[in-house]
């Protein structure tokens, strides 16, 4: 069975750090981009960040840049989200996917073929 697994969110304060964690099952990063986006209430889900299994290539989400980084650990098929420097503009729920599709960099989010079931991030002012 394919799993997608998020865990490490929680309740911090602004200007705090949180890491979140992907880790899957079932399948291994091998080919695949695996990206962070996120859902606050009442918006729509939008990516934060991406990673390329195959050479390491990241992208992030103007809002995020210079505070979040993405990393993979193929050996434990893992992806993390450090974020630092969080700000209330942050709370939502984070998912993370993965997404075969080698034609763009970042996928958009419907070439994701994967999605886990999220961890909720809050950030207090």
């Known amino acids: 069975e394919v799993q997608l697994v998020e865990s490490g969110g929680g309740l911090v304060q602004a200007g705090g750090s949180l890491r979140l964690s992907c880790a899957a099952s079932?399948?291994?990063?091998?080919?695949?981009?695996i990206g962070w986006f996120r859902q606050a209430p009442g918006k729509e889900r939008e990516g934060v960040s991406c990673?390329?299994?195959?050479?390491?290539?990241?992208h992030y989400a103007d809002s995020v840049k210079g505070r979040f980084t993405i990393s993979i650990d193929n050996a434990k098929n893992t992806v993390y989200l450090q974020m630092n420097s969080l700000k209330p503009e942050d709370t939502a729920v984070y998912y993370c996917?993965?997404?075969?599709?080698?034609?763009?960099?970042?996928?958009?989010?419907?070439?994701?073929?994967?999605w886990g079931q999220g961890t909720q991030v809050t950030v207090s002012s």
């Open positions: 079932g399948f291994t990063f091998d080919d695949y981009a």
């Open positions: 990673i390329s299994s195959n050479d390491g290539s990241t």
């Open positions: 996917a993965a997404s075969s599709s080698r034609w763009l960099f970042p996928p958009p989010k419907y070439e994701y073929d994967y």
